[in-house]
């Protein structure tokens, strides 16, 4: 497994104009990035609410992020997805939150940057305010759950 922790101290980030990236759609978007050369390549996952709910998002404490996997079927083959969620410290039988990300198989594209992606101990989360060039950025570290 590729040991992609920051490993640099504090740093600043210019963030893109996602409006030119993905135009106006919100949701936990996956951006293939390098922050540090020596890592190369790498996914951060820019999740972006343009609505106040992003306020009530950022006060939730412990953040977490957790990932379940699946596939199902239709009538052009297999739809595999990810389901991001937020867990609610205040009634854990919900989630606070949860995003899903639906792959085409038949894009190596697509399934390319979950590839690489699997192949290393944390991923970049970027959460973005309404302005393009603030956020905050996370290192989110994987755990297999039991």
């Known amino acids: 497994m590729k040991n992609n922790k920051w490993r640099h101290g ?3 980030f210019e963030i893109i104009d996602l409006d030119l990236l993905i135009g106006p759609r919100d949701g936990l978007i996956p951006v293939p990035v ?6 190369g390549d790498e996914v951060a996952l820019f999740l972006r609410d343009q609505t106040p709910f992003m306020q009530e998002l950022k006060r939730v ?17 297999p739809v595999p997805f990810l389901l991001f969620y937020v867990p609610n410290p205040a009634d854990d039988s919900k989630p606070f939150v949860a995003y ?26 970027v959460s973005c305010r309404r302005r393009k060039s603030t956020g905050r950025f996370l290192r989110i570290r994987k755990q297999l759950s039991p």
């Open 100 to 125: 899903d990300l639906y792959l085409n198989p038949g894009s190596d594209n697509q399934v390319l940057h979950w590839r690489k992606s699997s192949k290393s101990n944390s991923l970049a989360r």
């Open 10 to 12: 504090p740093a600043r």
């Open 61 to 77: 404490r412990p953040f977490q992020l957790f990932l379940k996997v699946g596939a199902g079927r239709n009538r052009f083959g």
């Open 34 to 39: 390098m922050l540090d050369s020596e890592i």
